[in-house]
Nanobody, 121 residues
């Protein structure tokens, strides 16, 4: 099993910045893609940004140019730097990791518990 612990959420004003962190822990596993999703009340969970094991990134159109995803493989950590935040970015943000045990070929998706981001206007 892989456990994910997120941090960095909070309340920020329109135009402000926040950085989310997510640390993955467990024994003898390999991490492939790492990503951030978000879910606002009454909406479906949506992909915000993803970074592959090779460092390639992709973003939702609504955050392109404002958010930056990065990862530190040595620390099994993924970050999401959010700049120029808008009220519509308000949501619970979830860390997601695609990983497998070292002796297995089967990948599983793991989710963090979520961290609230609130942007006030």
């Amino acid at each position: 099993q892989v456990q994910l612990v997120e941090s960095g959420g909070g309340l920020v004003q329109d135009g402000g910045s926040l950085r989310l962190s997510c640390v993955a822990s467990g024994s003898a596993f390999y991490i492939d893609d790492m990503a951030w999703y978000r879910q606002a009340p009454g909406t479906q969970r949506e992909l915000v940004a993803r970074v592959t094991s090779g460092g390639s990134t992709d973003y939702a159109g609504s955050v392109q140019g404002r958010f930056t995803i990065s990862r530190d493989n040595a620390k099994n950590t993924v970050y999401l730097l959010m700049d120029s935040l808008k009220p519509e970015d308000t949501a619970v943000y979830y860390c997601n990791v695609r990983a497998r045990r070292l002796l297995s070929r089967l990948y599983n998706n793991y989710w963090g518990q979520g961290t609230q981001v609130t942007v006030s206007s």
